[in-house]
């Protein structure tokens, strides 16, 4: 039984973070039919970002709380600040090619990504270890769990559920989900889809960026960090269905179980083993387990 | 590819190419075996691409094709090249024919996620098998060729060289000969309109699984040059990658022409071999700069450079580029 509780908390504590990456994913696909490789970049960057805050507050002898919200501001900032570039110095030229043609202009923004980091934070691992002890230790059904992890499962639940507030109740999700079920409609409404496409864009490296850095003081920070994560958020996105909130929040939890029980049971299968949920997910339901079906356009 | 070249001036020209290879310095040889192999692959996925469909996973079959080989090779001594190019070839359509059918209903972003899944699952396997070496793969020897083994290793990758350049060049004839068939055409609506080519009495799935049963071939003939040109194998030539890299080549190249795959893998590895050599920290940067620029000035491709000059001042509609299959349909 407490083995069964052991592989449940774990995959929740997995879930959680992959959640926040996939989030943002699914939303940039939803309004800008982009599946962006380059996210696990976003992830990646936000990590860097947060460790290298979190290492300059520790030198200065402030304690890691302060570490914490310092490293959450300063990738909140970077992060928006390098969506947008993106989107309006790059991506804008890309507009109206097949969404293929997106992919690998995202693949090649992935590519240049890698460099970057490498060249800025070099491609020895990196460590920010500081805010991991904030929370302390918790005793939760006699198992032994770092506070700061089972934190991270209340903190992705309502990120997640302000997404959710904030596209289906207010006027500005209103618009977003205008924009994500008909584009030319919406602009014949006079939506400027140009700005939703910004701030969607910005959001989502927002979400990736973010996620990075609250799992920034778990992991150390290497090259190959961004290739991993991209790789589970797709998975995480195609099980739920490309562009749907729900979607990603059942796909995050499925994966993050499967990684959390064949790292118990299977370790070597992990991979495997996701990827087959995957292909399993695809055989039955192309579309995912919660998109919508939409009329085919001839 | 529209002003035909006769079959017979191609293969001259294959012929042409492999005996220039003795003239080659040696670096350029097994840069050019790496590039023609490349090549392979990539029209493979060209040939996919012209059905709308754009495969993310040709490195399952590429992995397929060299450990298939690899695993002959070792277990029964077999080191005969255009042998091992046969296995290759068998490995990657046998698992293509297995694959091809289950997956030709899917189509656009979900075929690709779909195959990438697939090679993804192999890579996982693969690693996980300890029989096949795990993540560090294994070691095969140097191939032969009727029966003759190659000492002096100017020769040796010569011989890889001659092979690969006769092999892929054969395989861009077969393909554009297929370009211009019945078959090819048929391909090509399929890409514009599955339903209205279903509503003519052709079933739009089996020209797809074909057309990627093709591919499959390709690539698994493909992984087996690779295999021959490292005489190592591991599962990285599995991972999406791997298979990003061949789309690569594809978009690079566009699909107006066969002659164009050839020379996109082969500037690919140039670029990449000279920004290795003076750019070595930044050599993805410049990759991934080099693709956007040809993205953004030659969305059709290389081959655009030179089709378009051919047909200028005539009237004569453009194909569309390879995997344009426009936002509004």
Redesign the interface.
């Known amino acids: 039984m407490n083995f069964f509780l052991t592989i449940v908390l774990d995959g929740l504590i997995q879930a959680s973070w992959l959640f926040i990456v996939a989030l943002g994913l699914t939303l940039v696909f939803g309004v800008l039919?982009i599946?962006n490789?380059a996210h696990g970049s976003f992830y990646a960057l936000g990590a860097y970002v947060a460790a290298t805050a979190v290492t300059m507050v520790a030198a200065r002898g402030l304690p890691p709380a302060v570490g914490f919200v310092a490293m959450l501001l300063s990738v909140a900032l970077i992060a928006s600040a390098v969506g947008l570039l993106l989107e309006r110095g790059?991506l804008k030229?890309?507009y109206?090619?097949?969404?293929?043609?997106l992919?690998?202009?995202t693949?090649?923004?992935?590519?240049?990504l890698?460099?970057?980091t490498?060249?800025i934070w070099g491609v020895n691992p990196i460590y920010a270890t500081q805010p991991y002890e904030l929370f302390g230790n918790l005793e939760f059904a006699g198992l032994y769990y770092v506070g700061y992890d089972l934190v991270l499962i209340p903190i992705s639940a309502a990120i997640g559920f302000s997404i959710w507030f904030g596209l289906n109740r207010t006027v500005m999700g209103k618009i977003v989900l205008a924009v994500i079920h008909n584009e030319e409609m919406s602009v014949s409404m006079g939506v400027r889809v140009n700005r939703v496409y910004a701030i969607a864009f910005a959001f989502g490296v927002l979400l990736a960026s973010l996620a990075g850095a609250l799992t920034a003081p778990k992991i150390s920070m290497q090259p190959g960090l961004s290739?991993d994560v991209i790789?589970l958020s797709?998975?995480i996105v195609?099980i739920g269905g490309?562009g749907s909130v729900e979607g990603a929040a059942v796909g995050a939890v499925l994966v993050g179980l499967a990684r959390a029980a064949s790292v118990h049971l299977l370790p070597?299968?992990?991979?495997?083993?996701i990827?087959?949920i995957?292909?399993a997910v695809?055989?039955f339901r192309?579309?995912g387990l919660f998109r919508r079906e939409t009329a085919r356009?001839? | 590819m529209r002003k035909d070249l006769h079959p017979l001036v191609m293969v001259g020209l294959v012929a042409g190419v492999t005996l220039f290879g003795r003239v080659l310095p040696t670096w350029t040889l097994s840069l050019a075996t790496i590039a023609a192999s490349n090549a392979l692959i990539a029209l493979g996925i060209v040939v996919l691409a012209r059905t709308g469909n754009?495969s993310f996973g040709q490195g399952l079959f590429f992995a397929a094709g060299g450990y298939g080989v690899a695993l002959i090779a070792n277990a029964w001594g077999l080191t005969d090249a255009v042998a091992q190019v046969i296995i290759g070839a068998v490995c990657g359509g046998l698992l293509g024919l297995v694959i091809g059918p289950?997956i030709a209903?899917?189509s656009?972003?979900?075929f690709?996620?779909?195959t990438?899944?697939?090679s993804?699952?192999f890579?996982?396997?693969l690693?996980?098998s300890t029989a096949l070496g795990g993540s560090d793969g294994f070691n095969v020897g140097r191939p032969s060729l009727f029966g003759m083994t190659f000492t002096d290793t100017r020769e040796a990758d010569f011989m890889l060289y001659a092979v690969s350049i006769i092999v892929t060049g054969l395989a861009g004839i077969v393909a554009t000969v297929l370009f211009r068939s019945e078959f090819g055409l048929t391909s090509l609506a399929v890409r514009e309109?599955n339903?209205r080519v279903e509503y003519l009495g052709i079933s739009a799935n089996r020209v797809i699984t074909i057309n990627f049963v093709i591919a499959a071939i390709f690539a698994g003939a493909s992984g087996a040059f690779a295999l021959m040109a490292q005489r190592h194998i591991d599962p990285q030539f599995a991972y999406?990658?791997t298979s990003?890299e061949f789309?690569?080549v594809a978009?690079l190249a566009g699909n107006q022409s066969v002659a164009a795959v050839f020379v996109a893998s082969m500037a690919l590895e140039l670029v990449r071999s000279f920004s290795n050599l003076y750019l070595p920290?930044?050599?993805?940067?410049v990759?991934?700069?080099f693709?956007?620029g040809i993205?953004?000035f030659l969305?059709r491709g290389i081959g655009s450079l030179w089709i378009r000059r051919l047909h200028r001042g005539k009237d004569f509609p453009t194909t569309e580029?390879v995997?344009?299959?426009?936002?509004?349909?």
Request: no cysteine; aromatic share 12%.
């Open positions: 039919k599946l490789i790059l030229l890309f109206g090619r097949d969404e293929v043609v992919l690998l202009v693949y090649a923004v992935f590519l240049i890698e460099d970057v490498k060249l290739s790789i797709f998975a195609v490309l070597q299968a992990e991979l495997f083993m990827y087959l995957m292909a695809l055989m192309p579309e356009r001839i | 754009v289950l209903r899917y656009g972003i979900f690709g996620m779909l990438l899944a697939l993804m699952v890579y996982g396997a690693v996980k309109n339903l999406w990658t990003g789309v690569f978009v920290n930044t050599w993805q940067m990759l991934g700069i693709l956007l993205i953004l969305p580029p995997v344009a299959k426009g936002i509004a349909q």
